[in-house]
């Protein structure tokens, strides 16, 4: 205790210099709200070209991954965009009339920032989170630089190194205040899941925190994750330095004595920490605060898009949902009554069509209550992924199932395809997204089922020749396999028969639909599935807008999509993050609203 007191009296006429140094960082704020602004755009536009390159296509594939659904989350991380900068005050009005292409209004300015990066709309959650947080890692590493580069030469300057950590540590990390719903929808919960099945989401468990805790856990997360990560950059960067440097680092050290090391003053440490940590929930921390503006409020116009030349309206466009409440176990008063809501709900947002991936939740109750309403259904017809479909015996009972199936329902009025199956392909040879390309066992039981699938769409088309059958897969992944199954068992050219692509990034469904009439000359196109995958609660209805253009901007090969999914209470964890509308039948965001635009447009 006395050797504390005798060195807090020591430091007195430090305080001339302290002063000094919060009066030299008061005035860097805005620079360094600036240049974490920067960083963002810097680490969003590293993040989006090295997507952009598809450099990481062949990794995921030495690796083993599922190229369809890690995919999608790759293209989630590097899709953000951006636009520009936006500045308050005179400066910025000053360099918004000298470059206003980069530099934009103070209207985009992110609520009370007073510097922000402007990403485009639509910027998926994943994108998101990792351009935020790589700029706080290189700024909290600068500022942990700072600090031990000079802790023992320059303490005024190893201050300023900890003024900018504690800044980054509380008002970027600590204090972030995370959204669940942002990361349920940036795929980790469903990574962390397909890594330690049967755990669950761990943001349920979040979820049940109260809120202070949960924001308390979170921030301390994040903060510890930070920091880890900048000492790896810093140790990283050290190393690398003395390597380089070598012999001549410390001649230089000999040729400057004024900064040789001297032994550390722990009490001007803990003081260069207490006075860091007051700044910055101090009102100089809020000076120049600088967040990015996602631009998540944004809508597009839907009106005068693009289409192709030839188009034919003679067939109604498919504008449809998948639909996956589970109202099997109700009464059919019941299961009347919540259709009746929900088709109803449908046909105001301009929907015409479902479809399903359970048999058992399809019976006729579905199909009148679909038809009081002017919704037709595509009715879907099980094939799991594990059945032998080499087995004769399996696939006669497969056969005469789907016989029965299709002669009690053909007849409805809602009926408007058939479903049997759904990414059974990619389920067989991508199991847990891990591929099972090199295992003989999948590879046999991929090549009986692309085989037994003629004689299942067949069968269907002989028993009912007025209803189109589609099958479904994950995107195109695997369409030249199904196209030479096709061809080797004849049957004319099945112009009845559809191909239904799952798609979850807007890249990906871009590229399908642009090179479509290459993939499979003469046949017709549906999405089956699609959804701005990665994209937070805020940014869908602009990631939902955007789909559509592309989807309906082809309308002589595409016959349309169907957006999944309309509940958020299906049997998968996903469902609550892609779901339209909760259990009462209420949105669960502006989707609905933006999906129904474009649909009746």
């Given at each position: 205790?006395?050797?504390?007191?005798?060195?807090?009296?020591?430091?007195?006429?430090?305080?001339?210099?302290?002063?000094?140094?919060?009066?030299?960082?008061?005035?860097?704020?805005?620079?360094?709200?600036?240049?974490?602004?920067?960083?963002?755009?810097?680490?969003?536009?590293?993040?989006?070209?090295?997507?952009?390159?598809?450099?990481?296509?062949?990794?995921?594939?030495?690796?083993?991954?599922?190229?369809?659904?890690?995919?999608?989350?790759?293209?989630?991380?590097?899709?953000?965009?951006?636009?520009?900068?936006?500045?308050?005050?005179?400066?910025?009005?000053?360099?918004?009339?000298?470059?206003?292409?980069?530099?934009?209004?103070?209207?985009?300015?992110?609520?009370?920032?007073?510097?922000?990066?402007?990403?485009?709309?639509?910027?998926?959650?994943?994108?998101?989170?990792?351009?935020?947080?790589?700029?706080?890692?290189?700024?909290?590493?600068?500022?942990?630089?700072?600090?031990?580069?000079?802790?023992?030469?320059?303490?005024?300057?190893?201050?300023?190194?900890?003024?900018?950590?504690?800044?980054?540590?509380?008002?970027?990390?600590?204090?972030?205040?995370?959204?669940?719903?942002?990361?349920?929808?940036?795929?980790?919960?469903?990574?962390?899941?397909?890594?330690?099945?049967?755990?669950?989401?761990?943001?349920?468990?979040?979820?049940?925190?109260?809120?202070?805790?949960?924001?308390?856990?979170?921030?301390?997360?994040?903060?510890?994750?930070?920091?880890?990560?900048?000492?790896?950059?810093?140790?990283?960067?050290?190393?690398?330095?003395?390597?380089?440097?070598?012999?001549?680092?410390?001649?230089?050290?000999?040729?400057?004595?004024?900064?040789?090391?001297?032994?550390?003053?722990?009490?001007?440490?803990?003081?260069?920490?207490?006075?860091?940590?007051?700044?910055?929930?101090?009102?100089?921390?809020?000076?120049?605060?600088?967040?990015?503006?996602?631009?998540?409020?944004?809508?597009?116009?839907?009106?005068?898009?693009?289409?192709?030349?030839?188009?034919?309206?003679?067939?109604?466009?498919?504008?449809?949902?998948?639909?996956?409440?589970?109202?099997?176990?109700?009464?059919?008063?019941?299961?009347?009554?919540?259709?009746?809501?929900?088709?109803?709900?449908?046909?105001?947002?301009?929907?015409?069509?479902?479809?399903?991936?359970?048999?058992?939740?399809?019976?006729?109750?579905?199909?009148?209550?679909?038809?009081?309403?002017?919704?037709?259904?595509?009715?879907?017809?099980?094939?799991?992924?594990?059945?032998?479909?080499?087995?004769?015996?399996?696939?006669?009972?497969?056969?005469?199932?789907?016989?029965?199936?299709?002669?009690?329902?053909?007849?409805?009025?809602?009926?408007?395809?058939?479903?049997?199956?759904?990414?059974?392909?990619?389920?067989?040879?991508?199991?847990?997204?891990?591929?099972?390309?090199?295992?003989?066992?999948?590879?046999?039981?991929?090549?009986?089922?692309?085989?037994?699938?003629?004689?299942?769409?067949?069968?269907?088309?002989?028993?009912?020749?007025?209803?189109?059958?589609?099958?479904?897969?994950?995107?195109?992944?695997?369409?030249?396999?199904?196209?030479?199954?096709?061809?080797?068992?004849?049957?004319?050219?099945?112009?009845?028969?559809?191909?239904?692509?799952?798609?979850?990034?807007?890249?990906?469904?871009?590229?399908?639909?642009?090179?479509?009439?290459?993939?499979?000359?003469?046949?017709?196109?549906?999405?089956?599935?699609?959804?701005?995958?990665?994209?937070?609660?805020?940014?869908?209805?602009?990631?939902?807008?955007?789909e559509w253009q592309i989807i309906s901007s082809k309308p002589d090969i595409v016959l349309g999509g169907l957006a999944y999914t309309w509940a958020t209470n299906g049997p998968e964890d996903l469902d609550r993050v892609f779901g339209l509308v909760d259990p009462n039948g209420n949105p669960t965001d502006g989707a609905l609203a933006a999906l129904g635009t474009a649909y009746s447009g």
């Amino acid at each position: 205790m006395r050797r504390a007191v005798v060195n807090f009296l020591r430091l007195a006429p430090t305080g001339g210099a302290l002063l000094a140094v919060l009066v030299v960082y008061t005035l860097l704020r805005p620079v360094v709200g600036i240049g974490h602004q920067l960083t963002v755009a810097a680490v969003a536009w590293l993040l989006h070209a090295a997507v952009e390159s598809n450099v990481w296509q062949p990794v995921i594939g030495v690796i083993g991954l599922d190229p369809v659904y890690v995919g999608a989350a790759i293209h989630a991380a590097g899709g953000v965009q951006v636009v520009g900068f936006a500045i308050g005050g005179p400066l910025g009005a000053v360099l918004h009339q000298w470059l206003p292409g980069v530099w934009l209004g103070a209207d985009h300015l992110a609520g009370r920032a007073a510097v922000s990066m402007v990403a485009a709309p639509g910027a998926p959650a994943l994108g998101r989170g990792l351009a935020a947080f790589g700029a706080d890692v290189v700024w909290l590493a600068f500022g942990l630089w700072l600090f031990w580069r000079w802790r023992n030469r320059r303490w005024q300057i190893a201050l300023v190194g900890l003024l900018i950590q504690a800044q980054v540590a509380v008002h970027h990390l600590l204090e972030a205040q995370v959204n669940l719903a942002d990361v349920d929808a940036s795929g980790l919960p469903f990574a962390v899941e397909v890594i330690l099945p049967n755990g669950g989401w761990f943001t349920s468990g979040l979820a049940a925190l109260p809120g202070a805790e949960r924001d308390l856990l979170i921030g301390g997360a994040l903060l510890v994750v930070g920091y880890a990560c900048a000492a790896c950059v810093v140790v990283l960067g050290l190393a690398c330095a003395r390597l380089i440097r070598g012999v001549r680092l410390r001649d230089n050290r000999r040729a400057q004595p004024v900064l040789r090391a001297q032994k550390p003053r722990w009490s001007i440490g803990l003081i260069s920490l207490a006075v860091a940590l007051v700044t910055t929930w101090s009102p100089i921390g809020a000076l120049a605060l600088g967040a990015s503006n996602w631009q998540a409020n944004a809508t597009l116009n839907t009106v005068g898009v693009p289409r192709s030349a030839g188009a034919s309206n003679d067939v109604e466009t498919i504008r449809g949902v998948g639909y996956n409440p589970w109202y099997a176990g109700l009464s059919p008063d019941q299961r009347s009554a919540l259709y009746d809501r929900d088709f109803s709900d449908m046909h105001q947002h301009g929907i015409n069509t479902i479809e399903g991936w359970f048999e058992t939740q399809f019976d006729s109750v579905t199909l009148d209550a679909a038809a009081r309403n002017g919704i037709g259904v595509l009715m879907p017809f099980e094939l799991n992924q594990d059945w032998d479909y080499s087995n004769p015996n399996v696939q006669a009972s497969i056969l005469a199932h789907i016989s029965d199936y299709v002669e009690k329902y053909k007849d409805y009025p809602a009926v408007r395809m058939w479903a049997p199956g759904n990414e059974n392909m990619h389920r067989i040879l991508f199991a847990h997204m891990v591929s099972q390309m090199n295992d003989p066992a999948a590879q046999a039981r991929a090549a009986a089922f692309a085989a037994f699938l003629p004689q299942v769409v067949d069968r269907i088309h002989a028993l009912d020749p007025n209803h189109p059958v589609v099958y479904r897969d994950a995107e195109d992944l695997y369409l030249p396999w199904i196209v030479n199954t096709f061809a080797q068992a004849g049957g004319g050219d099945r112009p009845w028969l559809v191909y239904g692509a799952n798609v979850y990034s807007t890249t990906r469904l871009n590229d399908i639909v642009t090179r479509w009439p290459t993939q499979w000359p003469g046949r017709k196109l549906l999405i089956s599935e699609f959804a701005p995958g990665g994209m937070s609660p805020t940014n869908r209805p602009v990631g939902f807008q955007q789909e559509w253009q592309i989807i309906s901007s082809k309308p002589d090969i595409v016959l349309g999509g169907l957006a999944y999914t309309w509940a958020t209470n299906g049997p998968e964890d996903l469902d609550r993050v892609f779901g339209l509308v909760d259990p009462n039948g209420n949105p669960t965001d502006g989707a609905l609203a933006a999906l129904g635009t474009a649909y009746s447009g």
